[in-house]
């Protein structure tokens, strides 16, 4: 019988086939977590109101999951709420609806009346919870019936949407998905580091003369390792064992590769273009020897251009209202250049 010759890097004839290995990692996930998809208005019959053009929940949260933007959007409406001079609105009930109009894209003022049915004040109605039904009338979500205010009681600001017009739309929208990489590599840099995860790899021992003793004391410091004290040294004695017993194979090393700085940098500079907000002003470090300019013209402009639209707005809708007397109208100062009182 003769005997096969099989060449090397051949398989014999006999040789099951070798098949393709496929190893996940991980699960995919979505870009877009925080539940902010852009989706149709449509009229909830059940709940009797239209729905929300994306989720204010998710817009209030995201005030907080980034710096830039949290920071920004509280800049704002100092800004604008710096020059109020009094009205129907205390300060505090002013900045409050700023907010809710920057956070939100729309405000509701509801008109506070007297036994007489004149109006006395102003209040700002909390646009997390604030919903418009088809009879014109304002809803205010709440545990059990909702409370419910007639069209004529309700002053509505909001910021223009081109694809719906029942509600407003806050005008950072392209900056979301900046936003939520900023925050979430800021989170995933500070899990990497409480973790212990910098210290991970992998230990290779192939020393004969490590006695099991001593492999356990350094399992027991390698758990120690994770969280607080994690920056430890271990020292590792083995009498007359082999140098290159005990090796330290590394995974990887995030430091070089995982662009950290670029993905700060980039994405902050996209949500402050996204809410159009001078770099000097936000606190940005000039990098490379750039200059950011003067910061007291930048002030002035960007209050021409963003600060006072938002004070003529809120002081037209209520001036215009021909049921608020003038002594609750709101008095901001001409800062606009036009010399509109």
Avoid: C
């Amino acid at each position: 019988m003769k005997k096969r010759k099989y060449h090397a890097g051949k398989r014999g004839p006999t040789s099951p086939a070798r098949k393709m290995s496929i190893i996940t990692l991980g699960k995919p996930e979505p870009i877009l977590t925080t539940g902010t998809n852009y989706s149709d208005v449509w009229y909830d019959n059940e709940a009797e109101h239209w729905t929300l053009p994306i989720d204010r929940l998710a817009l209030a949260q995201l005030v907080n999951l980034n710096a830039q933007h949290g920071g920004v959007l509280y800049a704002r409406r100092n800004m604008v709420a710096a020059d109020y001079q009094g009205g129907g609105l205390t300060h505090e009930e002013l900045k409050a609806a700023i907010f809710d109009y920057l956070v939100f894209g729309d405000i509701a003022l509801v008109k506070i009346r007297n036994g007489w049915g004149e109006v006395v004040g102003l209040a700002p109605m909390p646009a997390l919870y604030t919903r418009i039904r088809k009879s014109g009338e304002f809803a205010v979500l709440q545990e059990g019936e909702p409370l419910i205010y007639p069209p004529e009681d309700v002053i509505f600001l909001k910021q223009y949407d081109p694809q719906q017009g029942i509600y407003g739309l806050p005008d950072y929208i392209s900056g979301i998905h900046s936003a939520l990489l900023n925050g979430e590599a800021t989170i995933f840099r500070r899990r990497y580091y409480h973790n212990g995860a910098h210290t991970g790899g992998i230990i290779y021992s192939n020393d004969e003369n490590m006695t099991d003793e001593v492999e356990q004391e350094i399992i027991g410091k390698l758990e120690q390792s994770k969280g607080i004290g994690n920056f430890s040294t271990m020292f590792v004695n083995i009498p007359k064992g082999n140098p290159e017993g005990i090796k330290f194979i590394p995974i990887g090393d995030i430091s070089a590769k995982d662009e950290f700085q670029n993905v700060k940098s980039i994405s902050a500079q996209d949500v402050l273009t996204a809410h159009r907000f001078p770099a000097g002003m936000a606190g940005i470090i000039p990098t490379n020897g750039s200059i950011m300019g003067d910061i007291e013209k930048i002030s002035r402009t960007y209050q021409r251009a963003e600060v006072a639209p938002i004070q003529n707005l809120f002081k037209a809708a209520v001036k215009d209202d021909r049921e608020i007397p003038p002594h609750l109208w709101l008095n901001f100062p001409d800062s606009s250049g036009s010399g509109d009182e």
